[in-house]
Nanobody, 116 residues
């Protein structure tokens, strides 16, 4: 059973930055892709950004140009650098990892609050 542990959330003013980390219990290259999702109160969980085992990245339109997903395979960690944060980015951010055969894992989430 894989474990994913998110960290780095917090309270930031609009326009600020945060870097989220997702530490995996084993090699992240085992997964077909890893990604960050978020869920704001009263909404469904939405995909924010993904990175494949080959290193390709993808973003939801609302964060393009502001967020960057990256990874450190030596540390088995995936990051989400979030810049120019907006109040609408407020949510619990979850790390997700998925094998090519469909089995996936979730972390417990880290809360991000953007407020002045």
């Amino acid at each position: 059973q894989a474990q994913l542990v998110e960290s780095g959330g917090g309270l930031v003013q609009p326009g600020g930055s945060l870097r989220l980390s997702c530490a995996a219990s084993g090699s992240i290259l085992r997964y077909n892709f890893m990604g960050w999702y978020r869920q704001a109160p009263g909404t469904e969980r939405e995909l924010v950004a993904t990175i494949t085992s080959g290193g390709s990245t993808n973003y939801v339109d609302s964060v393009k140009g502001r967020f960057t997903i990256s990874r450190d395979t030596a540390k088995d960690t995936v990051y989400l650098q979030m810049n120019s944060l907006k109040p609408e980015d407020t949510a619990v951010y979850y790390c997700h990892a998925k094998h090519s055969w469909g089995v996936g894992y979730w972390g417990l989430g880290t809360r991000v609050t953007i407020s002045s």
